[in-house]
């Protein structure tokens, strides 16, 4: 299970690093400020569902003695 909460947490900060590249982009190009701000809320969800998974992750590994 640790593991699984490990892979989920890279694939999330992954999304996170996606996320924030898209928004330099948009705010670089001039883009429209509603999307910077979808983008800027996404990015903050997933780094909340990333916190999460390492929560968990250090959870299991303290209960199995890892």
């Not at 670089?28 to 968990?56: D, E, H, Y």
């Amino acid at each position: 299970m640790e593991t699984l909460f490990n892979i989920l947490a890279i694939l999330v900060m992954m999304a996170v690093v996606i996320v924030l590249i898209r928004g330099l982009i948009n705010m670089m190009r001039g883009g429209s400020a509603n999307t910077s701000n979808k983008l800027m809320q996404a990015r903050v969800i997933l780094q909340a569902v990333a916190i999460v998974f390492i929560v968990l992750a250090m959870y299991y590994a303290k209960s199995r003695g890892g």
